[in-house]
């Protein structure tokens, strides 16, 4: 496989619920990033990671809880999410955070919570 | 404030009716500027970076230029295959900001 995939492309789930997104890349990148994106708004970036450290976190609600086991692995645990975390997630890499190189996006999960 | 804005929001074309899409930019201090394309149900699609005012980048139909206040995504001769959303970001001193993107429909 090449560039970046996430699974499960769709999710429906509960206000109860516990679930997680997984996203893998095969670029050799060391930055990954997970983004929310929501019709009619620009990508919210929601984590970064570098080398499997969090470098940022923009104020995102603690029910979405994000992990880095190794710079090619990135996850998002999601709980108790509300009607307004429907959106579609994306996951993106690029070789490091600050060195204004591409970032390359997988196709998403589509989230929807009932 | 760092923003992008770009227009129009939607644009139908007739194939092969060359036009051009336009996103301006108010950053602090600019590290690039990329276009993207996203197809329904997929993820954005790198396309071009440009760092610098006079830059242009070309592929196929598509040619991309950068001043100091803002990009042009030119389509010349477009097809039915070039509709999709098309998103332009800029990286600040540390971070991509994306615009919300011009929705481009060509029809046969």
């Known amino acids: 496989e090449t560039g970046v995939t996430q699974t499960p492309r769709h999710l429906v789930m509960g206000m109860t619920n516990k679930k997680s997104l997984k996203c893998e890349q095969h670029?050799?990148?060391?930055?990954m990033y997970w983004y929310k994106q929501s019709a009619k708004k620009p990508l919210e970036l929601m984590f970064v990671?570098?080398?499997?450290?969090?470098?940022e976190n923009n104020s995102v609600p603690s029910r979405f809880s994000p992990e880095c086991p190794n710079s090619s692995h990135l996850f998002l645990h999601l709980h108790t999410l509300q009607p307004e975390d429907s959106a579609l997630y994306l996951c993106?890499?690029?070789?490091?955070?600050?060195?204004?190189?591409?970032?390359?996006f997988g196709d998403g999960t589509r989230l929807s919570i009932l | 404030e760092d923003q992008v804005t770009q227009s129009p929001e939607a644009l139908r074309l007739q194939e092969g009716e060359s036009s051009s899409l336009n996103c301006s930019y108010t950053v602090s201090g600019l590290r690039g500027l990329f276009w993207y394309r996203q197809d329904p149900g997929k993820g954005p699609e790198f396309l071009f970076t440009l760092y610098s005012a006079g830059e242009e980048k070309e592929k196929e139909r598509l040619k991309a230029t950068l001043t100091k206040k803002e990009s042009f995504l030119h389509i010349t001769a477009p097809k039915p295959e070039d509709s999709a959303t098309y998103l332009c970001a800029v990286y600040n001193t540390d971070k991509l900001i994306f615009g919300t993107g011009t929705r481009l429909q060509v029809f046969p």
């Open positions: 993106a890499s690029s070789q490091e955070p600050g060195s204004y190189t591409p970032q390359h």
């Open positions: 990671y570098s080398l499997e450290e969090r470098v």
């Open positions: 670029l050799g990148h060391n930055a």
